[in-house]
C-alpha cells in the first residue's frame, strides 16, 4: 500500500489520453457490434466484430499508447536530472498502460463468456488472444520511437503494419515466413494448429522488441523527440 501513491502519479502522468485509449478501443467495439446487430448481422459475425476489439482494436490502441507515454513529458530534462532512471519511470509508466488494457481485456472476454458470445479458443487461452498482438504492437511502436525519436513516425509505422496485415492477411496467412507474425490469425482464420505458435512467436518478439528500446532508451538523446533536438 506504501507505493499506491506513487502509482497513481504515474497513472497522471501517462495522461489522459494515454490512459483513456483502451477505453476507447473497447467503446469503439461495442459501438460497432451494435451498429451491425441494427442493421440485421448475424449472430456469428457480431461474435467476430467482438473477437476483433480484443485482437486488433485494443492492441492498435495500446501500441499508440504507448508512443504517447514515451514522449509526452513536459518535465523530461528534470527527470533526467533525478536519481531514479528515467527508463524505471517510463518502466511504470507503460505498465499502467499494460494493466488498463489487460483490465478491459479481461473483462470484455468474461463478459463474452458468461453471455455465450465467446467463439476463441478455450477459456485458458483466452488472454493470447489479445496479449500476444498488445506486447508485440507497443514492442514496435517503442523501437521506433526509441530509433527515430518522432512521434509522426511511430505512430505511422504502427498503423501501417497494423493495417498491411489486414489487408495482405490472406498473404501473411498462407506464407510460411510471416504466418508466424500474423496478429490477427484467431479472428482471419480461427484456432489452427499453428496458433500457440503464432501467439508465442509474437509475444517472443514483442518482448525482445521492447527490451531493444528500453536499452536504446538509457541514452538520454533517445528520450528527447526530433521536436525537442
Not at 44 to 59: C, D
Not at 74 to 101: D, F, H, K, M, N
Not at 166 to 185: V, Y
Amino acid at each position: 500500500m506504501k507505493h499506491l501513491p506513487l502509482w497513481r502519479h504515474e497513472l497522471r502522468r501517462a495522461g489522459w489520453t494515454a490512459c483513456a485509449a483502451p477505453a476507447a478501443a473497447l467503446a469503439a467495439t461495442l459501438a460497432l457490434t451494435a451498429t451491425a446487430a441494427a442493421f440485421g448481422t448475424t449472430r456469428p459475425q457480431l461474435e467476430r466484430i467482438l473477437l476483433t476489439g480484443l485482437e486488433a482494436l485494443i492492441p492498435l490502441s495500446a501500441g499508440m499508447a504507448a508512443v504517447a507515454v514515451v514522449s509526452r513529458d513536459p518535465s523530461r530534462e528534470l527527470q533526467l536530472t533525478l536519481p531514479t532512471p528515467y527508463t524505471t519511470t517510463l518502466g511504470r509508466r507503460l505498465a499502467v498502460l499494460g494493466i488498463l488494457s489487460a483490465a478491459l481485456s479481461i473483462a470484455l472476454s468474461a463478459a463474452l463468456a458468461v453471455g455465450g458470445w465467446w467463439n476463441g479458443p478455450g477459456l485458458p487461452y483466452a488472454p493470447l488472444v489479445w496479449a500476444a498482438p498488445l506486447l508485440w504492437l507497443t514492442g514496435l511502436a517503442l523501437l521506433v520511437a526509441a530509433l527515430g525519436r518522432s512521434v509522426v513516425l511511430a505512430t505511422t509505422t504502427v498503423a501501417a503494419v497494423w493495417l498491411g496485415e489486414q489487408l495482405f492477411a490472406t498473404s501473411f496467412a498462407t506464407t510460411p515466413g510471416l504466418r508466424p507474425f500474423f496478429l490477427f490469425m484467431t479472428t482471419r482464420i480461427g484456432v489452427p494448429a499453428d496458433w500457440n505458435a503464432n501467439r508465442a512467436a509474437l509475444a517472443t518478439s514483442g518482448a525482445l522488441l521492447a527490451a531493444l528500446a528500453l536499452i536504446l532508451l538509457r541514452r538520454p538523446e533517445r528520450l528527447l523527440t526530433e521536436e525537442e533536438t
